[in-house]
Structures are given as C-alpha cells and as structure tokens.
C-alpha cells in the first residue's frame, strides 16, 4: 500500500465522519471464557497473528486490530488471575466469562479533529461468573483480580512509555 492508496481508503471514512460525528465513535469488545485449571479461552473475531487497520480506519477488517487485542490482553489477565485468586480463596467457579468493552472515537486516530483524543476514551471490564460463593466474597474475589492483574493496573496507572527510532542499515 502507498500513501495514495490509504488516502483512497481512508477518504470516505473521514467525510461520513465529518458529516456524522457519531458514526466514528466505536465500541470494541474482547470476551474470554473462563477455562480450567487457572485458564481463559479467548474469542477472537480475527485470529491476532497480523496486526492491521481497523475497518474505520482504512481497514478490509481480515487483520486484527490492535486495540481489540489491547482489550484480550485485558480480558485474559484478568481471566487467569481471577481464577488464581479463586483458586487461592477456595471460591468454586464453574464457568464464566470476562469481557472488557472500550470507546474509540476515530476521528482522533485519523486525525479529523485535534479536540477528539487518539484511544481509548473508556475502557469497561465486567466479571460473569457462575458460583454459588456470597456476595461479599465475589465482592473480594474481583476487588483482588484487579489489583493483581498486571494488563488491569497498568492501565489504570499509566506508566511512563518511552519511544525511540533506530536506524537499520542493510549490507550489500
């Protein structure tokens, strides 16, 4: 693809989103099925081996987006530590799913509006869980899943990302 190319794709997706500000707001879904022995089966619509452009940004929609597999690494951290923290409380779980949903306005990632900002502009995580455990105690059981969930707190607690280009140089 060249840059004419991409211009072409992406050119009808920024006019509807100009014209229909709404229609560039997306909500992305990652689900996970809670799995044995500490486990999560994620579901993927397009298996995650060739990252591409979403389709609102240009995309056919035959590679995976890269942040529906932000929102599976969520789902499937926060999958397999609940499982541990269950398994370590001694809360029964038969079965279950994760899902984690997130907003993603594209006019800030195709760079229509300076207002609109690029990512994420909400991410939501929610825990269905067949047990029989009280209510306070799944209470705990998911209080602790956050908490130790690496993809969760990292997240939540923004560290400092650093970003630097290299050179390669190729011999003849």
């Known amino acids: ?18 014209d229909n ?3 560039a707001l997306q909500t992305l879904r990652a689900v996970g099925t809670l799995g044995p022995d500490v486990t ?22 035959t590679k995976a987006c890269s942040a529906e597999m932000l929102l599976h690494a969520l789902v499937g951290c926060a999958a397999v530590t609940l499982g541990a923290v269950a398994t370590a ?5 038969r079965g279950g799913q994760v899902v984690a949903e ?4 594209f006019r ?10 690029v990512g994420f502009q909400e991410i939501r995580l929610a825990f269905q869980l067949d047990t029989d455990a009280a209510p306070e105690k799944v209470e705990k059981l998911i ?14 607690n923004s560290p400092r990302v650093i970003s630097r280009s290299e050179r390669v140089t190729h011999e003849a």
């Open 1 to 18: 693809m060249n840059s004419v190319q991409l211009r072409e794709l992406q050119a009808p997706l920024k006019n509807q989103f100009k």
């Open 21 to 23: 500000p709404a229609s």
């Open 40 to 61: 999560c089966e994620l579901i993927f619509s397009v298996p995650p081996q060739t990252a591409g452009l979403h389709p609102c940004a240009g995309g056919d929609g």
């Open 89 to 93: 409380m001694e809360i029964p779980i």
């Open 102 to 105: 997130g907003d993603v306005d």
């Open 108 to 117: 800030g990632t195709l760079g229509i509006s300076r207002d609109v900002p």
């Open 143 to 156: 209080e602790l899943a956050e908490r130790y969930c690496v993809v969760y707190q990292t997240l939540k």
